[in-house]
């Protein structure tokens, strides 16, 4: 059985730092896509970041681009999000997300991943 496990959500000031975790187990996926994902309170659940399994392509939202950083473990089925520079508009549920697929136009989309961590709340207070 496939379990994504998050971990180092919680509350920091505007401006501050977190950094997150999620560990993959049941299966490797170290040519597949894995990435993050959040869902604020009343909206959509969208897109944040995106890696490859090689951990060479990278992509991000607008929105976090410049900010945000993904990058995967040595293990590769492991994947970490440095957030920096945080705003209140960052405040969500976020969801670390794993693909069967090694690549796909649409990486952006939730359709894209099949399995699913069960979300950390990050909290930015102004």
């Known amino acids: 059985q496939v379990q994504l496990l998050e971990s180092g959500g919680g509350l920091v000031q505007a401006g501050g730092s977190l950094s997150l975790s999620c560990a993959a187990s049941g299966r490797t996926f170290s040519s597949q896509l894995m990435g993050w994902f959040r869902q604020a309170p009343g909206k959509d659940r969208e897109f944040v970041a995106v890696i490859s399994g090689s951990g060479g392509n990278t992509y991000y939202a607008d929105s976090v681009k410049g900010r945000f950083t993904i990058s995967r473990g040595n293990d590769k089925n492991t994947v970490y999000l440095q957030m920096n520079s945080l705003k209140p508009e960052d405040s969500a549920v976020y969801y670390c997300?794993?693909?069967?697929?090694?690549?796909?136009?649409?990486?952006?989309?939730?359709?894209?991943?099949?399995?699913w961590g069960q979300g950390t709340q990050v909290t930015v207070s102004s």
């Open positions: 997300a794993a693909s069967r697929f090694t690549g796909a136009s649409n990486r952006r989309s939730t359709s894209v991943y099949d399995y």
